[in-house]
């Protein structure tokens, strides 16, 4: 008995409630409700046509989803991460490249203002991102930056009451739908880390803005990735966001919330793959009987059932310890490590159950293949997670 209580004090997940409040119950049934009627019957041709459905994004800020995690008093419902990660989980579950630019808005683009802004940044910038009267996107990545994601050569130089901005952002979900963008920028190329800063990006106004090309990828179709270049760019004092040199401090905080964004968003894909082969096996018969019945594919079956819900357990435990204010680095990082690489082999078994159906366009699994991969590299590749892991392990 002993033995027990110091195991369980000694347990992160100790006094954890694995059962949704009421509110969360709720948003999550109205979620999948909408998925339902509006989303699935679209997802496959959005992806065929290569089409950003903006009538869904108009139609998730009418309902006061766009702002889930967002301070109410700048617009959103202040229901925090768990809440939100739930609104991912679902829209992955039907469409994962809704399910991404739903993420890189709220995660990347709104909290950052949330969490480092200013009071009049956030009533310019933040509220109408909160309220889904506007597009947000979050741009780091640069040609010559991938996983050493500090490596800029984006550079911001005073001038006067301005800052001129010169360079080149890649693999920027959103950038052409966009109405603001999170921006990093070197501001003192002698200073490391210590001499990143983000701005605040007006794509529509900001003379110098340019889209130069969007991206065809493997998958998430839906959700468009671009190149977007910077030819002095002149931004005033006020698009700075906290102070000088904080870019890279604010970056890390972003990422761990962002990792729970893909780790939810991967284990949505798993969620949908798995109910796409669990209904398929339910209603194929060979020999005379359901597929489901033969052992090979009821096992099939009962491991992707397994690694889903091992990723959603381990997704809300980040997303509960981020809630209480807690560090999440680690949390995140396994989160997002271990959903992203069961997205991917749920969504493998999927099409396997399926057969040959599996690996035709008109039914799900293929995609939920093909996006899932993007899970294993966005917000740090699998690699990068370990690292993490293994530094915050003392390793």
């Avoid at 065929?48 to 700048?74: K, T």
């Avoid at 690699?383 to 915050?392: A, C, N, P, Y």
Wanted: with cysteine.
């Amino acid at each position: 008995m002993v033995v027990r209580d110091v195991y369980l004090s000694a347990d992160p997940l100790f006094g954890m409630d694995f059962e949704l409040s009421a509110e969360n119950q709720e948003r999550r049934e109205e979620v999948r409700a909408f998925c339902e009627a509006e989303l699935a019957p679209i997802a496959q041709k959005i992806e065929d046509d290569r089409r950003f459905p903006a009538e869904i994004f108009d139609e998730l800020g009418d309902r006061g989803l766009l702002g889930v995690p967002i301070s109410e008093a700048y617009g959103g419902r202040g229901a925090g991460q768990q809440a939100y990660s739930l609104v991912v989980e679902e829209l992955g579950r039907v469409s994962g490249g809704t399910g991404l630019s739903y993420a890189a808005h709220t995660s990347l683009a709104s909290k950052p203002l949330d969490a480092f802004g200013t009071e009049a940044q956030k009533e310019r910038w933040l509220e109408p991102l909160a309220r889904g009267e506007s597009l947000g996107a979050w741009a780091l990545t640069e040609p010559e930056s991938g996983s050493d994601a500090s490596n800029l050569q984006t550079q911001a130089v005073k001038d006067g009451d301005e800052w001129v901005i010169n360079g080149t952002k890649q693999f920027i979900t959103n950038a052409n739908v966009a109405d603001s963008i999170i921006l990093k920028a070197v501001t003192d190329p002698e200073a490391g880390y210590d001499g990143i800063s983000t701005f605040i990006l007006d794509p529509h106004a900001d003379d110098g803005f340019e889209i130069t090309k969007i991206w065809d990828k493997m998958g998430l179709h839906s959700s468009p990735t671009c190149t977007f270049t910077l030819d002095d760019v002149r931004l005033p004092e006020d698009r700075l966001l906290g102070e000088t040199g904080e870019g890279w401090t604010q970056t890390l905080t972003t990422l761990d919330g962002g990792r729970i964004s893909i780790a939810a968003l991967s284990t949505g894909l798993a969620q949908g793959a798995y109910e796409a082969a669990k209904t398929y096996a339910g209603e194929r018969e060979q020999f005379d009987q359901p597929i489901a019945e033969f052992d090979a594919v009821r096992d099939l079956i009962v491991e992707m059932y397994r690694k889903t819900e091992r990723a959603r357990l381990l997704t809300r435990k980040a997303a509960w310890k981020y809630d209480r204010g807690e560090s999440t680095t680690n949390a995140a990082a396994l989160a997002k490590l271990d959903a992203s690489e069961a997205a991917r082999e749920v969504a493998e078994s999927a099409i396997q159950v399926l057969g040959g159906h599996g690996y035709m366009t008109e039914y799900a699994p293929q995609r939920f293949y093909r996006d899932a991969k993007l899970m294993e590299i966005g917000e740090g590749t699998s690699q990068i997670q370990r690292l993490i892991i293994g530094r915050e392990l003392s390793l």
